[in-house]
């Protein structure tokens, strides 16, 4: 438990989460329309929710991300990292098992994924999944027991 | 309480500058794109009644961005525009065009083939004319190489470009000709 509440730890964690996602982003940014194919070939979405989700989720992630690297906002970057690993867990998983042949569209988009490519992004995302989640359960902790008034502004 | 509360300020405005962020972009940008895609339309088989290639034989809808849009044909159109002798381009990677391709058909990688200039493109495509009917396919519905392909050869000026997106699966489940 003390291991998890070092604080170069989590700084480690929050450098390597959001780098992650900030440059993860960054080919989502440039090419919103092949993003939005290639979340319509997951086919997990209605068709008329893809295009919002290719316009909004890489600045959430880009945002995010960046929030996460200067240690700002860390609960709720954290958190909303988190949630946006899980979907993208069970939209490979689903995908996976449905046999559907996807461009993973995670970072460069114009990758067309085998079976094997997706297993391994499955766990790239579980250990981010962690990470994500280690920094936010841990700097509430770390606020909660700091009794500085500027850091529970935070 | 008030950790909660904080929580929740945190994630709506990390959303919110997102979201602002993201339609603010999306609006300026020329790459952008509309808030409700038509997947129907660039995805789904033709639905028309009609299973004869004449009627398919028009040219697609010539749109804004200056070319004509390629037309998608069912696996009984294709047959026929095989027997009128017309070509057919996979847009596979090379190894599976060698397992098994369309009778005829002429391999395009296509993730080779957006990588070139015009000209090169041009060149690779020296021996097909561009007033003709050309098709494009790929594995089957699932891949996009097939829609790919034929936007990139509607945009150097192959008006009239045909998008066969049952592929080779549909070609063989109807057991057209084939050859390795």
Redesign the interface.
């Known amino acids: 438990m003390n291991f998890l509440s070092n604080k170069y730890l989590l700084i480690v964690l929050r450098l390597i989460v959001g780098g992650f996602f900030v440059y993860a982003s960054l080919d989502k940014l440039l090419n919103q329309e092949a993003f939005a194919r290639a979340i319509y070939n997951y086919k997990f979405l209605p068709d008329i929710f893809i295009n919002i989700q290719a316009i909004v989720m890489p600045y959430a992630e880009l945002v995010a991300g960046i929030l996460l690297i200067i240690g700002i906002f860390k609960r709720g970057s954290s958190l909303i990292i988190s949630i946006m690993l899980i979907i993208f867990l069970i939209a490979l998983t689903q995908a996976y098992y449905r046999g559907l042949d996807i461009s993973c569209g995670c970072f460069s988009l114009e990758t067309v994924s085998q079976k094997s490519d997706i297993i391994q992004r499955i766990i790239e995302d579980i250990f981010l999944l962690i990470a994500s989640l280690i920094i936010f359960f841990k700097s509430k902790l770390i606020l909660n027991n700091n009794n500085n008034n500027k850091e529970t502004l935070q | 309480m008030?950790?909660k509360f904080?929580?929740l300020?945190?994630?709506l405005?990390?959303?919110s500058?997102?979201?602002v962020?993201?339609?603010t972009?999306?609006a300026i940008?020329p790459?952008?794109?509309?808030?409700?895609?038509?997947?129907?339309d660039r995805?789904a088989i033709d639905s028309s009644k009609s299973k004869n290639s004449d009627s398919f034989k028009q040219r697609g809808k010539l749109n804004k961005a200056g070319f004509y849009q390629p037309v998608n044909i069912p696996g009984e159109v294709a047959k026929q525009m095989f027997d009128e002798k017309i070509k057919f381009i996979d847009g596979r990677e090379p190894h599976e065009f060698k397992e098994g391709h369309i009778k005829g058909a002429i391999n395009i990688d296509y993730?080779e083939f957006k990588n070139k200039t015009k000209e090169e493109k041009l060149e690779i495509l020296k021996n097909f004319p561009k007033e003709d009917i050309i098709i494009s396919y790929c594995?089957?519905d699932?891949?996009?190489v097939s829609i790919d392909n034929a936007y990139e050869m509607a945009k150097i000026g192959y008006n009239d470009m045909k998008i066969y997106l049952g592929g080779y699966k549909d070609w063989k489940k109807l057991n057209y000709p084939t050859e390795k």
């Open positions: 008030k950790n904080s929580l300020k945190e994630i405005i990390i959303l500058i997102s979201i962020l993201g339609f972009v999306n940008s790459k952008g794109i509309p808030l409700i895609g038509s997947y129907g995805f993730k594995g089957s699932s891949c996009e």
